[in-house]
């Protein structure tokens, strides 16, 4: 099962901000919060990671809580072509590797 | 362009036919993924290869086999193609060793439809 809690659906008008939760309680202390997004049935594109501090990238910022149980990513000038699904991930741990583990994310829908 | 490359784009099985989906990187990347996406659904892990010479089975396995043929290619095979395998496949690298700046790369998948 995932280990992340998503809204299944958001939209936003063009030029505003969208911001997107993420719950991820069982975290662990070491562990980085992963946002991608998936555009059409493109794969799968990187967007930003944090671990307990905010971060800032060309596409995005990320708002992690203090006690880093949730976080939200934020666009914060929404274009039609930010219309896409956002997924949030915490890895799981399988043998000695980390895998991804991708929920059903946040399908955004960007309106003029 | 550096990056996950998937072959073919597209396929049509008939149902028992077996076929070989292919993946490369070319980003030094230790570790290779492979992962299956249902309509409206979010990637579901088949097989992994945390680094050359090594495999291992994610969520949903059944009915795959995988062979990590270097350190550039894993290759997904169907033995015997069913209706229930029609999905989307994504191939995906990363290098965990080199820290997590820059995640998990994904190819532009293969649309496998089974009849």
């Known amino acids: 099962d995932a280990k992340t809690t998503q809204p299944p659906s958001m939209d936003c008008a063009e030029g505003r901000a969208a911001n997107l939760p993420c719950n991820h309680s069982?975290?662990?202390?070491?562990?980085?919060v992963y946002w991608y997004r998936q555009i059409h049935s493109q794969g799968p594109q990187y967007i930003i990671h944090?671990?307990?501090n905010n971060e800032t990238n060309e596409m995005a910022s990320l708002i992690i809580t203090e006690d880093r149980k949730s976080s939200t990513l934020i666009l914060p000038h929404a274009t039609l072509r930010d219309t896409a699904v956002y997924y949030c991930?915490?890895?799981?741990?399988?043998?000695?590797?980390?895998?991804?583990?991708f929920g059903r994310g946040t399908s955004l829908i960007v309106h003029p | 362009n550096a990056g996950v490359t998937q072959t073919p784009k597209f396929q049509v099985l008939k149902t028992g036919q077996s076929m070989t989906l292919q993946c490369a990187q070319d980003?030094?990347?230790?570790?290779m993924y492979w992962y299956r996406q249902d309509p409206g659904m979010g990637l579901r892990l088949i097989y992994y290869?945390?680094?050359?010479?090594?495999?291992d089975k994610g969520e949903v396995p059944n009915g795959y086999n995988v062979s990590r043929l270097n350190k550039r290619e894993f290759s997904l095979r169907l033995e015997s193609a069913a209706p229930s395998q029609t999905s989307v496949y994504f191939c995906a690298s990363s290098d965990p060793g080199t820290g997590f700046n820059y995640g998990y790369t994904f190819g532009s998948g293969t649309r496998l439809t089974v009849v």
């Open positions: 991930i915490v890895r799981e741990r399988s043998g000695g590797s980390y895998i991804p583990t």
């Open positions: 944090g671990l307990k």
């Open positions: 069982t975290i662990s202390g070491n562990e980085y």
């Open positions: 290869s945390a680094s050359e010479g090594t495999t």
């Open positions: 980003m030094n990347h230790n570790s």
